[in-house]
């Protein structure tokens, strides 16, 4: 069983959507972070959690440490989302990958 | 602004021919990492420095080798890549309150 795990895998949306993708977690951790990839791209961290939860224009994420999971959300999805989005995890000097969910937003 | 820079963004080279990447901060972040990523694949930690302590992967190829001659720069050796070494190469740094920067990464292709 992976130590960082994500749902769904892929997740195909129409333009305007609420989209959620959740990540669960089986390490103790310092913190999570949200990245995301476009393809063939580099990858760009959107949000690193904590505690709490963290909004930045139509993203917001949040992270429940005692469940040990958190979900990252879209509001008003929009084609130009469309890119693999990463939960990784802080574990002492390590950043723990789950497998990426690959998100399509059709207009 | 750039904060973590890697040098070439693709790089093409031969069966068993050496090459460098290289990645270069400007955040002074004491840890750099070096991942390799495969398609659709999740990056696998190469090494990572804490300063210049080096850390190896276990199951890092001995094929793989790499140095960080002073904080800013860190190069990541391939001695005699194989065609299964064609991969992406992100370079990564964290702070001290453990936020990440990625670089763009460097395309390898190996012929």
């Known amino acids: 069983k992976n130590e960082v795990e994500q749902s769904p895998q892929n997740l195909t949306a129409q333009e305007g959507e609420f989209i959620t993708i959740n990540c669960s977690y089986s390490?103790?951790?310092?913190?999570l972070h949200w990245l995301q990839q476009h393809p063939g791209g580099g990858i760009v961290s959107l949000f690193m959690l904590s505690s709490g939860k963290k909004k930045h224009g139509r993203l917001i994420a949040t992270i429940n440490i005692q469940e040990k999971h958190s979900s990252l959300h879209i509001t008003a999805s929009h084609p130009r989302d469309s890119a693999v989005y990463i939960c990784?995890?802080?574990?002492?000097?390590?950043?723990?990958f789950g497998e990426g969910t690959q998100l399509t937003v059709n207009p | 602004d750039a904060m973590v820079i890697q040098n070439p963004r693709y790089q093409v080279t031969q069966f068993g021919k050496p090459v460098t990447l290289s990645c270069s901060q400007t955040l002074n972040h004491n840890v750099m990492y070096w991942y390799q990523q495969k398609s659709s694949q999740a990056p696998k930690l190469l090494f990572h420095y804490y300063d210049k302590d080096f850390n190896n992967e276990a199951d890092t190829p001995d094929n793989f080798q790499s140095r960080r001659p002073n904080t800013s720069f860190c190069f990541l050796d391939i001695r005699s890549p194989g065609l299964g070494d064609a991969a992406m190469y992100l370079c990564?740094?964290?702070?001290?309150?453990?936020?990440?920067?990625f670089g763009p990464g460097t395309r390898l292709t190996v012929l």
């Open positions: 990564a740094t964290r702070g001290s309150y453990n936020e990440q920067f």
């Open positions: 990784a995890v802080v574990s002492g000097s390590r950043l723990t």
């Open positions: 390490v103790g951790i310092s913190a």
